[in-house]
């Protein structure tokens, strides 16, 4: 048994309170515990040995004892607090939950960019007091050829391009025209309506084809409407697909419903290899047969309308150079175009 011996006790107390100080962690400082403040610690063994001091200094060596005591075990007390709390803060700043992230990671899918592009084009045309029309897919023959004044043997009634059905006169649409016809017979004029929808061709899917496609019509009907209205408003609507750096040309073509028609070209400052223009969609003044077709007066109504791609217009903004990427449903493809991906991004020149 050592003995007592007031120097000692001072280096062991004034070491234990460096050893809790300097502790890392709550194992370290218990480990310095151990040393300093446990049974067989200097400060215990020396209260035992109080008993076996002479009588006049057991008091004073007591009070000695009791103030090193309090002392070592109030610096304790602090170091352990102190660990505590530090080790409390780097749980909370190192082992946070996220409760706000997704518990699945799989990548969720998306609106096709063409729906979007659809509601894009249809909030176009309602801003310009125009309502959205449709139509069927499965269509009579007689409003997608006949009502528009294609002559019985045009070729685009051919195999080749229409798809026929089982069911006599009915065919899938090749274009959104006959809501042309349907619309004026239902509604009247003077009509002002933009028709977005699905049509059919047999065509083999490639990097410029699909069997399957889109396309917004438009046609306005009225009293003294001329070609500098249908040339305004292609200009307006193209300036609001591509930017305001776009302009249209309408070009001479040749369409069984309009007379005159034409094709609209669209410039692009930023196309591929220079800036240029690129087709774009068909046009022209309504066809009079087509206005007699559903019992408007030509005399008293003229009229434009126009038949844009809407894939073809979607890749224009986007640059987007094959088909497939709209038809395979790849969810990183589509996610390209929610907010902070390819969205408005205008450099392509394709020949969809
Ligand atoms: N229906 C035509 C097509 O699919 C496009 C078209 C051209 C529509 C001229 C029109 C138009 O309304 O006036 O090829």
Redesign the pocket.
């Known amino acids: 048994m050592p003995d007592f011996n007031i120097e000692q006790l001072n280096k062991s107390v004034s070491d234990g309170i460096l050893a809790f100080g300097n502790a890392k962690n709550i194992e370290e400082l218990k480990k310095a515990k151990t040393v300093y403040l446990s049974d067989k610690s200097l400060i215990s063994e020396s209260s035992k040995l109080i008993g076996v001091l002479p009588a006049e200094k057991r008091a004073e060596a007591g009070k000695v004892l009791g103030c090193l005591r309090t002392k070592i075990l109030d610096e304790y007390n602090a170091a352990e607090v102190r660990l505590k709390n530090e080790a409390l803060q780097n749980l909370l700043e190192n082992e946070y939950v996220d409760i706000s992230l997704p518990f699945d990671r799989r990548i969720s899918g998306t609106r096709h960019p063409l729906s979007e592009l659809i509601d894009t084009v249809s909030d176009f045309f309602t801003s310009l007091g125009w309502t959205i029309a449709d139509g069927p897919e499965l269509e009579a023959e007689w409003f997608n050829f006949d009502a ?1 004044n294609f002559a019985p043997d045009h070729p ?1 009634r051919a195999m080749q391009d229409t798809f026929y059905t089982t069911c006599p006169n009915l065919v899938l649409r ?4 006959p809501v ?1 016809a349907r619309a004026m017979l239902s509604q009247g004029v003077p009509i002002y309506i933009a028709v977005p929808g699905k ?1 059919f061709r047999s065509d083999e899917l490639d990097t410029t084809h699909t069997p399957v496609f889109h ?1 917004i ?3 306005a009907v009225d009293k003294g409407l001329n070609m500098t209205h249908l040339k305004g408003c292609l200009e307006i609507f193209a300036k609001a697909m591509f930017g305001q750096a776009a302009k249209t040309r309408i070009r001479p ?1 040749y ?1 069984p ?2 007379e005159p ?2 094709e609209i070209d669209v410039w692009f400052e930023a196309k591929k290899g220079g800036s240029g223009w690129i087709e774009w ?6 066809h009079p047969n087509v206005l007699r077709s559903v019992g408007v007066d030509p005399n008293i109504y003229t009229g ?6 809407l894939e073809r217009t979607l890749n224009l903004r986007h640059g987007i150079t094959d088909m497939h990427d709209l038809v395979e449903g790849d969810i990183r493809f589509a996610h390209q175009f929610i907010q902070g991906g390819i969205n408005n991004r205008i450099d392509g020149d394709n020949n969809a």
Do not use: P
């Not at 090749?174 to 025209?177: E, I, K, N, R, V």
């Not at 434009?304 to 791609?309: D, H, M, V």
């Open positions: 528009l685009a090749t274009h959104t025209s042309q049509v396309q019509e438009g046609l073509s369409f419903f309009t028609s034409g969609g068909g046009c022209g003044m309504v434009f309308a126009f038949g844009i791609g």
